[in-house]
């Protein structure tokens, strides 16, 4: 009867331990994203470096993504763990290679997890500013 009782609680002590080291790193990561041609060729028309541009990106992320993407862009803001999809990580020098025209769409058209901001964030000048914003949080 001991030694059952016993087993039972490594049994749950075991079950716990890999349920804590599984989540949240059991994220899936999204794969590549299927851009159409029209976004693609999209370029920032804000040079790299506007610091107005930035400064208006900076609180429109705070306001739209952050909660999910973070504050610098890990992919770890509060709402990030209920998630099934890691949102990415912005700081990544492959994620910052990233076409404008494709972080675009991804950023405005979204898919699955990632919502549509195009009722949102209507006006251009804001999803650049947002973009822009983006290119900062270059490790
Ligand atoms: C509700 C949570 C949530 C919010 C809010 C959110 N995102 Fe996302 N985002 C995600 C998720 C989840 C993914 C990964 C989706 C996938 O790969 O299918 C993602 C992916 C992305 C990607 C592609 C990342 C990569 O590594 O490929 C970009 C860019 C992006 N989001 C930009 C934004 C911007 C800009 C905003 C604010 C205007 C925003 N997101 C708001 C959840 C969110």
Known sequence: MK??????SLLLLGSMAIMAFVSPQDQKKGGAWDVPAKYKSMVNPNKAGDADAEK???TL???HCR???G???LGDGPKAKNLET???DFTD????????????FM??????????FEKNIPDDESRWAIISYIRTLKK
């Open 107 to 116: 950023s405005f058209i979204g898919r699955d997890e990632m919502p549509n």
């Open 93 to 104: 020098a492959k994620f910052q290679a990233t076409k404008d025209g494709d972080l675009y």
């Open 86 to 88: 890691f949102p990415g």
């Open 56 to 58: 208006l990106g900076k």
């Open 3 to 8: 030694s059952r009782i016993i087993y039972l």
């Open 67 to 69: 909660s999910c993407h």
């Open 71 to 73: 504050n610098t862009g």
């Open 61 to 63: 992320y705070a306001k």
